[in-house]
């Protein structure tokens, strides 16, 4: 039976939409079970999807609920992604984010931001989908990736290198995107959105102790081609996507060299519905259905099928 390791990138809501959509997609094409995989690595968008895998939780009630209406799931998804808050932490900005930037700028002076939105929402989201395993941690290897403000490094919650938290407050502290969301106190420090270090940190699986089969890697934000009439920055976004992915793909290549690496990105179709907002709630249920589309075609391309057959429809077979 193949060991698969399964990484699900950021990318806000519909991000999280189009992972829904590829893994019912895999589910559905080969029979595999994502929670059978012997790891599972969750940055951002990523993090709660992992949660639900952990939790036995991917189905579409996960992002409509009990609403029937359009109206009824935006209100629905709204109340657990956008709860607000007073906007504070001035000081804290100042500090670990503006400061430093001044004396060496880039793109980290919004570490640290007051954000009008509370992540606690997303946290009783988790716990409200995965049940019991939110206010704990799954047995099988898992890591939620956050970023730490004070060192300005990658921390992955569910490592012996990590704070011991709830799956909840993980999935929490990894979706803080700054100036959206507030950031995640624990034990004293500050964390927020874990793909300041990296939309994917692939490179997390080689943690374990033995080479796996398979790494299928989910990277919303790593499209190989601009969406048509895209925004300036979507491309910028992606790029950087791409390259931290190259650079841990080569990493587990060069220290697994037999194992196989798949890697799934939005196609055209998808980018024009989830972009150029990846945190609207309007957008995430039509990404959804566009991606199980998408897959349908991905899927079924022979270099792709090959690998999927080799290592999951084998799998869920036996």
Known sequence: MSTVGLVLGGGGITGAAFHFGTIMALEMATGWDPNSADV???????????????????HPDTFVGTGETKEEIHDWLTSYLYRRGTPRG????????????MRHPSLYAALG???????????????????????SWPERA??????????????PFGTQAAPEVSLAQAVA????????????????????????????????????????????????????????????????????????LASEIAKIRAAWPETEILVLRPDEHVLEIARPNP????????????????????????????????????????
């Open 113 to 135: 931001s007051p954000g009008i939105y509370l992540t606690e929402g997303i946290a009783e989201w988790v716990s409200d989908t995965a049940g019991e395993i939110a206010s």
């Open 40 to 58: 599972v690595v969750g940055t951002s968008g990523g993090s709660f999807v992992a949660a639900a895998i952990r939790g036995d939780a991917v």
């Open 173 to 244: 502290a990894s979706s803080a995107v700054p100036f959206v969301y507030e950031p995640v106190k624990i034990e004293g420090r500050w964390y927020a959105d874990g793909g300041l270090a990296s939309g994917t940190s692939a490179d997390l699986v080689l943690a374990l102790p033995e080479p796996l089969d398979l790494v299928l890697i989910v990277a919303p934000l790593a499209a190989n081609a601009p969406r048509r009439s895209g925004r300036f920055y979507e491309d910028l976004f992606d790029k950087v996507g791409r390259t931290a």
């Open 90 to 101: 001035g000081i804290r900005w100042l500090r670990k984010g503006l400061l430093p930037s």
């Open 279 to 318: 945190m609207s709630v309007t957008a995430a249920i039509p990404t959804f259905l566009t991606t199980l589309r998408s897959m349908k075609y991905e899927l079924a391309h022979s270099s792709v099928w090959r690998v999927l057959e080799q290592h999951l429809v084998s799998s869920a077979r036996r």
């Open 142 to 155: 898992t890591a939620i990736v956050a970023y730490d403000l004070d060192t300005r490094s990658r921390v």
